[in-house]
């Protein structure tokens, strides 16, 4: 079994911080327990000696991290940059425009050369 199998990180608004507040668990399978995290620990270093890859801080699937990336857009959380889906989605509609713009004017083209 996957340690990190059942664990969440729930993010909800914190208005009266102006923040967001993020809540680690874990569901123990098969029964009704669960786990919380209520103390994070920050160990000072050199720069030097510090180590981005391990040991993680914490380390969740890709249904977690999902889970996390929807709450953090329910908080009102977005991207910096407009690379995501929604400006992949600009960007096609703006290419859709263009392409209608440029069989318009053939078709106008081609209706006016048959006619002479």
Known sequence: MNLFENYR????RNWSRASISLFFMQRFP????VGVVTKIEMQE???????????ESININYTGAQELMDGL???GIRPTEGTGSAGSLKATENHLHDLQKMSDRLL????KHKNE
């Open 9 to 12: 990180i729930i993010a909800q």
């Open 30 to 33: 098969g029964t009704d327990r």
């Open 45 to 55: 270093m050199n720069l030097e000696e510090a180590n981005v890859t391990e040991p």
């Open 73 to 75: 857009w329910e908080c």
């Open 108 to 111: 106008t083209l081609v209706e």
